[in-house]
């Protein structure tokens, strides 16, 4: 599940620790745990990476990542910020940070990642 939270024309990213993906950056997110839904899924996960508490608000979509060890269905939900938190990193965030839309691409993002914002109004497409 990945939570995608946008304030004042920013979206809060963190950079994975561990892998897939260990030093790149993406949106918040991580598994299901079992008696969860995975809307509750994300909004957990987002507290667990960034310390930032948000409200799920709707499916922005969905898409497949495989690899030689793992095939992820993953689910990304609009999130609405709860509070004014700063984020910390957390769980297996290695960094959080609060990012300009017009600089997302200019990181070293995850594999899909700049697609899959662009295709769902978040960026512009490069």
Known sequence: MGAVVVSDDRLLMVRRGRSPGAGKWSIPGGRVEPGETPPQAAVRELMEETG????????????ERCG???HFVILDY???????EDPVAGDDAAEVAW???AEV????????????LAGHDVI???
């Open 99 to 101: 990012v300009p839309l």
């Open 52 to 63: 930032v508490r948000g409200e799920c608000e709707a499916l922005m979509g969905s898409l």
């Open 78 to 84: 609009w999130m609405r910020l709860v509070g004014s």
């Open 124 to 126: 512009t497409g490069r």
């Open 68 to 70: 030689a060890d793992h």
């Open 105 to 116: 691409t200019q990181r070293p993002l995850v594999e899909g990642l700049a697609s899959f």
